[in-house]
């Protein structure tokens, strides 16, 4: 009672953690979504990464150019656009809210909302977030909390409160989510949870596009192969994690 009700309700400040951000791409694909995009060598690929899953990347950080980013952002909404952070990035603290959505929610007048999207089955990254990659076939649970309306004649001692709600509100969420995943698809499935295994009518699902994700040893020779001899080109590259991308066709690369 009190959130957000479908994941295209719009126009809303949305937030959730950065160690969730892969299935939040996924499950808030193709709705128009506005997010803050560096400037980086990182930030261009992953700008080119989300585009393709119909979001649109307004440029700047939250330790550069983050004035103008949320100019860009205030004006989303009152295009009745809704703007989305991945609140403890891009560098940490892990699950530690930042300011910017809530003065963002006191200027335009646009509620917080948030959410957090638990993992049945996923790998997890030895990153500063514990970046989650969920694992073929794995069931999602995503919980919206209350949505936090912010005052325009708020003060900024005031917003610090906001900032704490909404920091109160993603732990809660996170806990919920994390601690129900598993029960999905048994009696003791949380309310309010839509199981599609338990539907009296079988769902019809057409496949558009599949990308699928290998493991490999060597991450370098990988890239190289897949470049030189199939003529992919990498769109995101690390160690740890690496796309490249052929006509339209995305393959996942993880070390």
């Known amino acids: ?9 719009r126009p809303l400040v949305a937030s959730f ?3 969730c951000i892969i299935p939040a791409t ?37 330790s550069r150019n983050a004035v103008r980013a949320l100019l860009g952002l205030r004006r989303a909404l009152q295009e009745g656009w809704t703007v989305a952070f ?26 917080l909302t948030m959410f957090h999207i638990a993992v049945e089955r996923a790998w997890v990254l030895n990153t500063w977030d514990r970046l989650v990659i969920p694992k073929p076939f794995s069931r999602v ?13 708020a003060s900024d001692e005031e917003l610090e409160g906001y900032q704490q709600q909404l920091q109160d509100s993603l732990d809660r969420v996170c806990e919920f989510a ?18 599609l295994e338990s539907m009296d009518k079988p769902m019809t699902v057409t496949f558009k596009k599949i990308s699928p994700m290998l493991a490999v040893a060597n991450m370098e020779e990988t890239l190289t192969f897949y470049r ?6 990498a769109v995101m590259k690390s160690p740890q994690y690496s796309i490249v991308e052929r006509d339209g066709q995305t393959i996942h690369f993880m070390n």
């Open 141 to 153: 649970l995503m919980r919206f909390g209350k949505l936090i309306p912010v005052p325009a004649e």
């Open 228 to 233: 030189d001899v199939l003529g992919f080109n």
């Open 178 to 195: 994390e601690g129900n995943v598993k029960k999905l698809g048994t009696d003791k499935s949380p309310s309010g949870v839509l199981d």
């Open 17 to 19: 953690w950065h160690a």
């Open 26 to 62: 996924y499950m808030c694909r193709d709705l128009g979504v506005r997010v803050m995009s560096s400037n980086s060598y990182d930030g261009e690929y992953m700008g080119r990464i989300i585009r393709k899953f119909g979001f649109v990347a307004v440029k700047g950080s939250s």
């Open 86 to 111: 991945s609140i403890d990035g891009p560098r940490g603290p892990r699950h530690k809210v930042k300011p910017g959505p809530v003065a963002l929610a006191r200027s335009s007048g646009v509620p």
């Open 1 to 9: 009672e009190g959130a957000q009700r479908t994941v295209d309700e």
